[in-house]
């Protein structure tokens, strides 16, 4: 008995074409054309419909500095990472992190109103970031204010959600 690969009439020859085809109808059958539409308003909500699920992940910040010659000063940054909060439902709860420090976070948004608490040392509140989620923005973007306690300074804010798996 010869094995199979000595008569090359037993293994059928591979048909480029036919390949392709059924290639290309396996990758239209799996296609997610409608996700990245945008005339799809179903992945944007609006500012109002937002819920503390949209505050969850990485944002970047940017406060504009405050100067007493009202002359522009050089913007800080610093970055938040929210999650949920263990103990409040519909709460979020993470950190800040700005030149070099850290602080506690803590709020939610309701109806497009963001309120943040931060805290540097975990019991009371040194600063609040209160604003309003940018309408048409699909809840990536928010403005508003930062005030801080202890020394008396408010200063605006922008938040920008960061792409990425939260």
């Given at each position: ?113 963001l ?26 973007e ?18 920008r959600k ?5």
């Amino acid at each position: 008995m010869t094995p199979r690969t000595a008569n090359p009439r037993a293994w059928p020859t591979p048909r480029p074409a036919l390949a392709c085809i059924l290639i290309a109808i396996s990758a239209f059958a799996t296609s997610a054309t409608g996700q990245n539409d945008p005339k799809s308003t179903a992945a944007c909500p609006a500012a109002v419909d937002l819920n503390h699920q949209h505050l969850q992940g990485r944002w970047h910040a940017t406060l504009q500095a405050a100067t007493p010659d009202a002359a522009p000063a050089p913007a800080t940054t610093a970055v938040l990472q929210l999650g949920p909060h263990p103990e409040l439902a519909e709460s979020v709860r993470g950190t800040v992190q700005r030149g070099g420090a850290s602080a506690q976070l803590s709020g939610d948004v309701d109806a497009g109103e963001l309120a943040l608490e931060e805290s540097v040392n975990g019991t009371n509140i040194s600063a609040t970031w209160t604003g309003q989620v940018v309408e048409g923005s699909c809840g990536k973007e928010i403005r508003g204010t930062w005030n801080n306690v202890h020394p008396s300074l408010s200063l605006p804010f922008v938040l920008r959600k960061q792409p990425g798996w939260q």
